[in-house]
């Protein structure tokens, strides 16, 4: 199996462009975004719930991907499996 971590690892966020054209300047991107992700029967979507618009859908074309839905726990020493 892939070793996929659980920590935040992200190099690259991904923002509505309206929201970042948008955005007041007092509040940082991360802030300001109001987005959601799920899967969807292609893949997985990120979807601007200030706007209304589609940031991203990823279609997986029927391959199932390896996956860590485990919840990292800075305080303990057990992982637990995200429900």
């Not at 920590?7 to 109001?34: F, R």
């Not at 996956?67 to 020493?77: E, G, K, L, V």
Request: proline share 7%; net charge negative; hydrophobic share 30%.
């Amino acid at each position: 199996m892939t070793n996929i971590p659980n920590e935040n690892v992200i190099d690259m966020y991904m923002h509505c462009g309206q929201c970042l054209k948008e955005k007041p300047p007092h509040l940082t991107p991360a802030e300001w975004s109001d987005t959601q992700a799920g899967w969807t029967e292609l893949g997985i979507q990120v979807w601007c719930n200030r706007h209304n618009y589609n940031i991203m859908h990823v279609d997986f074309e029927g391959h199932q991907h390896p996956a860590n839905t485990t919840r990292y726990d800075p305080d303990s020493t057990t992982l637990s499996l995200v429900k």
